[in-house]
């Protein structure tokens, strides 16, 4: 029983992890940018990925960063490669639509 729980368990943590690359992957800059291409990426991963991404990872905006041109700026860049990376790695963008 308790091999059967570990292996669901291993399943699921490795299920919620990001794209290899996308843990690499970090801008440099000040706290601001960081946060927004961080929550842009984690949003970006939840668009483009399958239902586990979309619960783990789901919408991240923070409303009090609405005024924060470096975060929106930020925001918008994390959500475009994070998006398209996971596209290219679970290939959805292979699908003839």
Known sequence: MFHYFLVILIALSLAAC????LYFTSPSGPPEYQLGWED???TGISAEG????KAVYGFKKRPEMGNN????QAWNEGFTYCRFTAANKTGFDQLNW
Do not use: N, T
């Open 18 to 21: 990001r794209p290899g690359d």
């Open 40 to 42: 842009g990426c984690d």
């Open 50 to 53: 399958g239902p586990i991404y």
């Open 69 to 72: 041109e470096l975060y929106k």
